[in-house]
């Protein structure tokens, strides 16, 4: 079975405040194929979401508490250096 890749209307996720865990949970549960992490640093060790999910793509974010924005980060040992 085939998913459409709009996670927001197809879970029924309101982005209209913003994301929190719940709304990350939802994404996670869409995107079922990737492991999803977010970091609320540049620390390896400041997980702020993990989901134990059994795959070997990973999407990982930063967190970023001042902006209350999420980045994507391509290689986590480049953002980390």
Do not use: W
């Amino acid at each position: 079975m085939s998913r459409s890749p709009n996670a927001t209307q197809d879970d029924g996720i309101n982005l209209s405040n913003g994301a929190g865990i719940p709304e990350l949970v939802r994404f996670q549960k869409h995107f079922r194929d990737y492991k999803l992490f977010v970091y609320g640093g540049l620390n390896c060790e400041h997980i702020l979401f993990e989901e134990q999910v059994d795959s070997t793509k990973r999407l990982i974010l930063h967190y970023v508490d001042v902006e209350r924005h999420y980045h994507v980060i391509v290689k986590l040992t480049a953002a980390t250096a």
